[in-house]
């Protein structure tokens, strides 16, 4: 159970094009869940949390305008890097919980996107 | 603030135990996961302590002492497949992760 899934896995697209990331629960219902990137040999960062019908909620420095999120359903979180530029080059990570569970807690990772920007 | 502590790398040898630690401060406590993040890959769940103690998953064990704000993720019969990064993260009093840099585990044949 708890199966978090990411399309595409890697992705490479050209400077002022935007790209977007799918992240879905596959057993489970996630209201809500977390877009993270990480930067080679670094840790998680947490971009913003998405919340199912409701907006998300981004951390601080992260450009809500650039980095856009929609969480249509209990099961899909989509994050659209708009006017992507090299800089926003990294691997992106979608987590959820599965609240229903008795282990609400435990955030399951997607597989991840690698986004190249040329 | 609020900070996690890990070693940034380590190197053991393969069927040794290794033991890595965590030290935190955070704004609250709802519990301390240990992910496994293998190169080019999402990490994946290991463990997850809130009680003071010891809980012990076949190979891997993980420590929690509350008082101490301290944890370790205990490796046992090293394997080469366990060479990944080892990322401590404290679930804070508004149910946020705050991560560790996570240990680079080295293992040589």
């Known amino acids: 159970g708890a199966v978090v899934s990411q399309h595409p896995s890697w992705v490479i697209c050209k400077s002022g094009t935007s790209v977007k990331i799918e992240c879905r629960s596959l057993d489970f219902q996630a209201t809500t869940m977390f877009w993270y990137r990480q930067f080679p040999k670094q840790s998680l960062m947490l971009m913003a949390t998405?919340?199912?019908?409701?907006?998300?909620?981004?951390e601080q420095g992260v450009e809500k305008d650039k980095f856009l999120i929609n969480h249509a359903s209990l099961t899909l979180s989509t994050l659209t890097v708009t006017s992507a530029h090299p800089e926003d080059s990294s691997f992106y990570i979608c987590?959820?919980?599965?609240?229903?569970?008795?282990?609400?807690?435990?955030?399951?990772f997607g597989p991840g996107t690698r986004l190249t920007v040329l | 603030g609020q900070n996690i502590d890990q070693p940034t790398e380590m190197t053991a040898t393969e069927g040794a135990i290794v033991q890595i630690n965590c030290t935190y401060q955070t704004s609250g406590f709802n519990g301390l996961f240990w992910y496994q993040q293998h190169a080019g890959e999402a990490p994946t769940f290991l463990s997850y302590?809130?009680l003071d103690g010891l809980e012990e998953k076949g190979r891997f064990s993980s420590f929690l002492s509350r008082s101490k704000g301290y944890s370790y993720l205990l490796l046992k019969e090293l394997q080469m497949k366990d060479s990944a990064s080892y990322l401590c993260a404290v679930l804070d009093s508004n149910y946020q992760l705050i991560w560790g840099a996570g240990t680079k585990l080295i293992i040589k044949p």
């Open positions: 987590s959820a919980r599965d609240m229903a569970s008795g282990d609400s807690n435990t955030q399951y």
């Open positions: 998405s919340n199912e019908g409701s907006k998300a909620t981004y």
């Open positions: 302590n809130v």
